[in-house]
C-alpha cells in the first residue's frame, strides 16, 4: 500500500493556492491583498500574484483593493454535491420527511447572496415555484437563507447585509437590514427559521441547519407547503419535529466519515 506523497510529489505552489482559496472561503465578505498575504502566510508579492491568478482564471473577484471568491466555484461545488455521499446518505431521510408530510423537502449550501439547492424530493403536492437541484434563491427571504445566515460571524453577516442586493418578491419581503439581521439570529437561537410568503405569495417554508462534527452550520433542510394548506402553528408543531429528526440523523454522516 502506497504511504502519503512525498514532497517532492507536491506542486507546493497549488497548496498555496488552495490555501489561499480557503482563505476566501472563510472571509465572504472579502479580504485585502495585504490580510490575505498576512494569513497565508506569503509575501504581498506572492499573495498578488496567486490572487490575480485566481482572477484571472474567474475564481475569484477584485472590487477596488478587496478580493473575494466567485460564484464560478459553485460550478464546481455543484457538480460534487449534486453526486457527493453527504446527500446520498440524506436522500433517505429527506424522503421519509416528504413522504409523511406529503410536501417537499429540500436542501441547500449558502452562495454569495443565494442559497443553491443540492438535493430536493419533491412532494405529491405542487407548489409554485419551479425548484430542482441546482436552483438558485436569494438567502434573505428563504427560510434555508435565513438558517444558514445564522451561521455566519457578526462581522460576516453585517458584511452580507451591507453588500446583498435585497428587494422584494412580495409585498411581505421584509427587506429592512436591521429587522433581516434580527430574523437571522432568531433563526440562530431557534435553531429554525419559518418565512411566511416572501418568496412567492402563498408559500410558506421552514428550514433547519445541517452542522458538521465542528458545529458549523454547512447546509439546511426545509419542507415548503402552501399558506392555505397549514397554519404558522401547525408547521411548527408537525414539520419542526420531523425536520429536526432527519437532521440530525445527516449529521451522522460527519460522525462516521
Known sequence: MEGPPSRT?????????????EILAAHPAGLSMSEVADRAGLTRAGARRFLLTLVAAGYALQDGRIFRLSPRLITLGRTWLSGASLWTYAEPFMREVSKTLNESCSAAVLANEDVVYVA???????????????????????????????????DELDAFLTRATITAKTDRTITDRAELSRLVAKAGADGYSIVDQELEIGLRSIAVPIRDRTGTIVAAINVSTQSARMPLSEMEREFLPLLKKAAGSIEDFFVVQ
Open 9 to 21: 510529489d507536491r506542486v507546493g505552489s497549488l497548496e498555496r493556492g488552495l490555501g489561499v482559496m
Open 120 to 154: 430536493r424530493i419533491a412532494g405529491a403536492r405542487i407548489v409554485g415555484v419551479a425548484l430542482h437541484v441546482g436552483t438558485r434563491l436569494p438567502a434573505h427571504c428563504t427560510s434555508m437563507g435565513r438558517v444558514l445566515l445564522s451561521g455566519l460571524s457578526a
